[in-house]
């Protein structure tokens, strides 16, 4: 017998088999949902589904959305048990091919009547879940809450306004749902929020501890004596420049507003719209997708492609709390906020770290997952943050993304509650990229598009953002205490890099921010610190401010090859004493190799590098290949022609 013919071929393996779940609005939980013939109808019996497959013999696993509505009436929350082991890849939940699947937190309002006739407002009663919104959505269009202006003139006192007799407001029905807004009233890149407890004729009584939290706010003194301000320090003193959510300042077509109390809506139809056939929605879920938050044993490994979500609310300004706003979104809270929280060791009973104020939360909120994917994902018709990113969040992606209409930030990235965090609190190594972000902060102006608390290794890159009220990308945190003289909040962030963005039409509405703003230290050197290149920022509309902007304690930060034009505000600014090293030096910065107009002079001293930038009287005189490697590339250009789901 010959060697050879002794030789046995070994049995082949087939690869184990793909694992693929079907869900359509249209199905039944009691299909198997298997097939596309047989589909699922709620995302949590195809989660259930999901957790059941032994993954150590199966192939991928995926689940498919057809197109439709599947309305939320709880959060979709994510554990470990959703997590693929790594075996055969990450799982995905994805839409079938030319689908548009809508994760909903919303109910729809039907039952339309007419009113009033002279005034043309239609009324409708309230879905069961509705018991309260800040928004409303007619055939996918944001309505505007009722709004006008203060109807009389006020004098502040400790509780509130004193008015003349007469006071026209002291008839209006459900007093205690009036909030009065103040454009640049805590600062003139915030725009709190107060909601009014009662008015007389001649006594307006506000909310607590939004008052108090927005009117008694801390001032610290120096090493000499002096009264200065530390961030949220500031006081409202002025009165309210609009009035919103009152059935009696319903005025305009496109107005609307709830009756909390007979649990009606009331809404003025815009020219053309047939309310018997329109699809109003009304957000009575805040949170669509969320993870249980547990860092022993976090969520992972899993791809959200091709999903929009939308109709997800947010009512806290609602209650007595109100917005009472610092920046980006971050509010004072608490019954004695104003007078102890994120204050540290700078007051008596101070909380930490510094700085550390209330976060907007987002309606898809993940804490403590890794490996988590958006691709192709849509943030659309949101009452809070778009998305969150938040502690412990690492290695996750978003790639060709778009965030618009959102009442407050777009996106945000880590906190600032843990600014020395370790091993899986750490928010690191995530990547954003391609993605659009436009019309973001309606609602809560002050907000960013794009806001990096505390966080490490992330990337931001080719990134267009456009048409947002205030700044584009908020950086950093902890910088403040050097108004103090005394040194930035210590923490971890480092290795940051926002490259190849573009941004325009931004800072429309409030001011003293710019394109790219950062605050605190961004690391232990230039090389391990935030690097700003290749961006693109023009039209920023704002005087007051800078295109690219280091506030206070801002350090290690390298701003070299990016281009700026129609600025209406300095390019750059600026450098601050380095209060944290203490050692007569300015905060480390390099400023080399822009294209910007009336830059800044060569600087060479005390930390500070400043060369080879190029002082440009035309966009035209910017280099073609910085033009066209800024902002979203291809593939992923199509997603700036996107429209939501009809």
Known sequence: MT????????????????????????????NAGTTADSPFQTLARAQ??????????????????????????????????????????????????????????????????????????????????????????????RATRATGSLPVAVTQTATGYTTAAGDPMASWANQSAVEFVYKGGLGKWTEPRCPVASITSTVITMAQPCWNNSTQRVLRTDGSGRTVELVGSKSITEAPTSVENAYELLSTPGQWYLNKSTHTVYYIPLSGQDLATAD????????????????????????????????????????????????????????????????????????????????????????YDHNIHFDHDYFVHLGAAGLDLGDGSQGDTVTACVFTDISGNGLDLGGVDLNEPSGVQATSGNTVKDSHFYNTSVEYQGGVAVDVG???????????????????????????????????????????????????????????GGGIYTNGITGSSLATGEQLTGNLIHDQLSATGHGIYTDNGASYITISGNAEYNIAADVWGSKHTNYTLNNGTYDPLQIEGNFWPDGP???????????????????????????????????????LSWKPAP
């Open 454 to 512: 505390y966080a490490e290794g992330s990337t931001f890159l080719n990134n267009q953002i456009d048409h947002v009220p205030y700044t584009g990308i908020s950086v950093g945190w902890g910088g403040w205490p050097d108004k103090v003289d005394l040194p930035a909040e210590p923490n971890y962030s480092n290795g940051n890099a926002f490259t190849d963005n573009l941004i325009y039409d931004h800072m429309s509405v409030l001011a003293d």
């Open 280 to 367: 109003v929605e009304a957000p009575v879920v805040q949170t669509l997708l969320t993870t249980d938050g547990k860092s022993s044993a976090e969520f992972h490994g899993v791809v959200f492609q091709g999903i929009q979500f939308s109709y997800a609310g947010y009512t806290t300004p609602d209650t007595g709390t109100g917005f009472s706003e610092i920046q980006a979104t971050y509010t004072i809270s608490g019954s004695k906020g104003y007078a102890t929280q994120g204050l540290c060791t700078f007051v008596s009973g101070g909380t930490c770290p510094y700085g550390n104020w209330t976060k907007m939360p987002g309606n898809v909120d993940l804490t």
């Open 3 to 30: 060697a050879w013919s002794m030789y046995v071929a070994p049995t082949a393996h087939a690869a184990p088999a793909a694992v693929e779940f079907y869900v359509a609005p249209t199905g039944s939980d009691t």
């Open 48 to 141: 259930q589904a999901v957790r059941g497959v032994d993954q150590a013999s199966s192939g991928e696993i995926t689940v498919n959305l057809a197109g439709g509505t599947y309305r939320q009436t709880q959060p979709l929350t994510f554990t470990a048990a959703d997590s693929s082991t790594g075996t055969a890849g990450d799982i995905w939940w994805k839409a079938e091919p030319g689908a548009f699947p809508v994760v909903s937190g919303g109910a729809q309002v039907t039952g339309w009547t007419l009113a009033d006739s002279a005034r043309n407002i239609w009324s409708a009663p309230a879905p069961a879940a509705l018991t309260d919104t800040r928004q409303l959505y007619v055939n996918g269009v």
């Open 601 to 639: 002079a060569d600087y060479n001293a005390k930390s500070v590098l400043i060369q080879d930038n190029t002082d440009i009287t035309s966009s035209s005189q910017i280099p073609a290949a910085l033009v066209s490697a800024a902002g979203i590339q291809s593939p992923n250009t199509s997603i």
